[in-house]
Nanobody, 123 residues
Framework: QVQLVESGGGLVQAGGSLRLSCAAS????????MGWYRQAPGKQREFLAT???????NYTDSVKGRFTISRDNAKNTVYLQMNSLKPEDTAVYYC?????????????????WGQGTQVTVSS
């Protein structure tokens, strides 16, 4: 089993920045690609960004140029740097992981999920 724990969420003013972290533990040898999703109240969980162990990345259009995904394989941690935050970025942010070595966008292809961290952007 793999455990994922997100941190770094909080309250920030519009235009500000936050850096989310997701630390993996347990059977980490079984994971490769990691991703970030978010879910706002009353909405479906949406894909934000993904990164393979080799460093290949993919982003949804709405966050390109504002969010950056990165990872430290030695620390088994993935990050999401979020800049120029907008009130519509308010949501619970989740990280996810799976054992495939390719870019993964569909949430049903991820095997492990964290508990989420709240991000609130005030106007």
């Amino acid at each position: 089993q793999v455990q994922l724990v997100e941190s770094g969420g909080g309250l920030v003013q519009a235009g500000g920045s936050l850096r989310l972290s997701c630390a993996a533990s347990g059977s980490i040898f079984s994971i490769d690609t990691m991703g970030w999703y978010r879910q706002a109240p009353g909405k479906q969980r949406e894909f934000l960004a993904t990164i393979t162990s080799g460093g290949s990345t993919n982003y949804t259009d709405s966050v390109k140029g504002r969010f950056t995904i990165s990872r430290d394989n030695a620390k088994n941690t993935v990050y999401l740097q979020m800049n120029s935050l907008k009130p519509e970025d308010t949501a619970v942010y989740y990280c996810a992981a799976n054992g495939v070595t390719t870019i993964t966008v569909k949430k049903n292809k991820y095997d492990y999920w964290g508990q989420g961290t709240q991000v609130t952007v005030s106007s």
